[in-house]
């Protein structure tokens, strides 16, 4: 079952981080605008703020099994339809519904790992979880750039896959072919799940979701807002990145999205995975304010390298980014729920609406990207990333993290 809840980790990566490389190749194909591309990031993103509450309440009535078995459903149903009939519009709505289907499934399969693996084991699952992930991540884009190289050169030996996918896919729009091979690891998951035997599942006190009237009592809190706003500006300035920097290095300096731009992309999630590993051992030295302080600066410099160096600087400048960022979200979240004594699981269920800041800030990105240039939208990101330095100056949690402390009389003697 660990194991299972591990895989699903891998799904929800591929899926979610696909649209990062391919945003390019709908602003060509399908003749649309910054703002108009930055609305599929939108459609996506705003899913989980509209479904993370809902789905809590779902997976509270009828368990994590038929949650997980929906989730997936509309996972497959939205590749499929957009795989089947690609469009622009239908990319706007098979987005929301995949969207929604990664919302559930993230709802569902964290207390699923809790009771499967044990609570002793449940930090480290957990970190071992968002390693999948990032593995994932780094992995998404490599597989959209093979497909679309593969397809779009008709000198190579085609594989069964490759003239299975050829004779699916618009010979015009290669990287639609993306969709089809998400739509079959959805369905395999789906079928995995539903012949799965899951264990019964006990909320632990203050894991639960909540009553309106505990949701309510939060909102009036100033300490819940603030942190709302740093997951918020956390998800907008890595989706926000990720999801623009491919078209950057293509406007800007004349890179290639199908190779240069999705291997940027590939490496911004490569060096936040291994970000996450350093972060295990630098949390055990430093107090995570300090270092959040440390992260968010280094990013502010890095985007300043990416969006005004040359071209070489802003092709490592980029992926950069991503190894700066990959502390925050852990240590943003760990402060929020160490600054309130309850209410935790209601409490996630807010800050999970936060995701949402992955949606809007994309969208503004673009906007401003139509107007002033992209250069001009991602400039917005030294707003949010200046909001999460700070946080490490203005948190005041009722617990720390625990680091390694040395002291004189603990200190070995050396004779």
Same mark, same amino acid.
């Given at each position: 079952m660990v194991g299972l809840v591990f895989l699903t980790f891998v799904v929800i990566s591929l899926l979610t981080n696909i649209m990062g490389p391919i945003i390019p190749d709908i602003i060509r194909d399908f003749h649309v605008s910054l703002s108009a591309a930055g609305f599929l990031v939108f459609s996506f993103f705003i899913a989980y703020g509209i479904t993370s509450i809902p789905s809590g309440l779902l997976v509270e009535s009828f368990g994590e099994k038929p949650v997980m078995i929906l989730s997936l459903a509309a996972a497959v149903a939205g590749a499929l339809s957009f795989a089947l009939s690609p469009s622009y519009w239908v990319a706007v709505v098979s987005l929301f519904i995949i969207g929604a289907g990664m919302a559930m499934l993230q709802v569902a399969i964290n207390p699923l790992l809790r009771a499967a693996g044990g609570e002793e084991h449940f930090a480290f699952n957990e970190v071992l979880a968002q390693l999948l992930f990032g593995v994932a991540s780094f992995l998404s884009p490599l597989i959209y750039s093979s497909m679309v190289l593969r397809l779009g050169d008709h000198?190579?030996?085609?594989?069964?896959?490759?003239?299975?996918?050829?004779?699916?896919?618009?010979?015009?729009?290669?990287?639609v072919s993306v969709y089809w091979i998400l739509a079959v690891f959805a369905l395999s998951m789906l079928v995995v799940v539903g012949f799965s035997k899951f264990p019964r599942v006990q909320p632990i006190e203050g894991e639960r979701p909540g009553t309106?009237?505990?949701?309510?009592?939060?909102?009036?809190?100033?300490?819940?807002?603030?942190?709302?706003?740093?997951?918020?500006?956390?998800?907008?300035?890595e989706q926000g990145t990720a999801n623009w920097l491919s078209q950057f290095l293509s406007q800007y300096h004349g890179y290639d999205p199908h190779t240069t731009g999705a291997q940027a992309v590939s490496w911004f999630w490569g060096l936040m995975t291994l970000g996450c590993l350093a972060g295990v051992v630098l949390l055990k030295l430093f107090d995570s304010r300090?270092?959040?302080?440390?992260?968010?600066?280094?990013? !502010?410099?890095? =985007?300043?390298?990416?969006?005004?160096?040359?071209?070489? *600087?802003? +092709?490592? %400048?980029? /992926?950069? @980014?991503?190894?700066?960022?990959?502390?925050?979200?852990?240590?943003?979240?760990?402060?929020?729920?160490?600054?309130?004594?309850?209410?935790?699981?209601?409490?996630?269920g807010i800050l999970a609406t936060g995701i949402t800041g992955g949606a809007i800030?994309?969208?503004?990105?673009?906007?401003?990207?139509?107007?002033?240039?992209?250069?001009?939208? !991602?400039?917005? =990101?030294?707003?949010?990333?200046?909001?999460?330095?700070? *946080?490490? +100056?203005? %948190?005041? /949690?009722? @617990?720390?993290?625990?680091?390694?402390?040395?002291?004189?009389?603990e200190a070995p003697t050396i004779v």
């Amino acid at each position: 079952m660990v194991g299972l809840v591990f895989l699903t980790f891998v799904v929800i990566s591929l899926l979610t981080n696909i649209m990062g490389p391919i945003i390019p190749d709908i602003i060509r194909d399908f003749h649309v605008s910054l703002s108009a591309a930055g609305f599929l990031v939108f459609s996506f993103f705003i899913a989980y703020g509209i479904t993370s509450i809902p789905s809590g309440l779902l997976v509270e009535s009828f368990g994590e099994k038929p949650v997980m078995i929906l989730s997936l459903a509309a996972a497959v149903a939205g590749a499929l339809s957009f795989a089947l009939s690609p469009s622009y519009w239908v990319a706007v709505v098979s987005l929301f519904i995949i969207g929604a289907g990664m919302a559930m499934l993230q709802v569902a399969i964290n207390p699923l790992l809790r009771a499967a693996g044990g609570e002793e084991h449940f930090a480290f699952n957990e970190v071992l979880a968002q390693l999948l992930f990032g593995v994932a991540s780094f992995l998404s884009p490599l597989i959209y750039s093979s497909m679309v190289l593969r397809l779009g050169d008709h000198r190579t030996t085609d594989g069964n896959l490759t003239r299975l996918l050829r004779r699916l896919t618009p010979p015009s729009l290669p990287w639609v072919s993306v969709y089809w091979i998400l739509a079959v690891f959805a369905l395999s998951m789906l079928v995995v799940v539903g012949f799965s035997k899951f264990p019964r599942v006990q909320p632990i006190e203050g894991e639960r979701p909540g009553t309106w009237q505990i949701y309510r009592g939060l909102l009036t809190r100033p300490v819940v807002w603030f942190y709302f706003y740093a997951i918020f500006s956390y998800v907008g300035c890595e989706q926000g990145t990720a999801n623009w920097l491919s078209q950057f290095l293509s406007q800007y300096h004349g890179y290639d999205p199908h190779t240069t731009g999705a291997q940027a992309v590939s490496w911004f999630w490569g060096l936040m995975t291994l970000g996450c590993l350093a972060g295990v051992v630098l949390l055990k030295l430093f107090d995570s304010r300090r270092l959040v302080m440390v992260a968010a600066g280094g990013a !502010l410099v890095a =985007l300043s390298f990416a969006l005004f160096g040359g071209a070489r *600087v802003s +092709l490592a %400048a980029f /992926p950069a @980014i991503g190894l700066c960022c990959s502390v925050m979200w852990p240590i943003v979240i760990s402060l929020a729920l160490n600054s309130v004594s309850e209410h935790h699981g209601s409490f996630t269920g807010i800050l999970a609406t936060g995701i949402t800041g992955g949606a809007i800030l994309t969208v503004v990105i673009g906007r401003i990207g139509d107007a002033a240039g992209l250069r001009a939208g !991602l400039s917005l =990101l030294y707003i949010n990333f200046s909001f999460i330095f700070c *946080v490490g +100056l203005r %948190a005041r /949690p009722l @617990i720390n993290n625990a680091t390694l402390q040395i002291t004189r009389a603990e200190a070995p003697t050396i004779v």
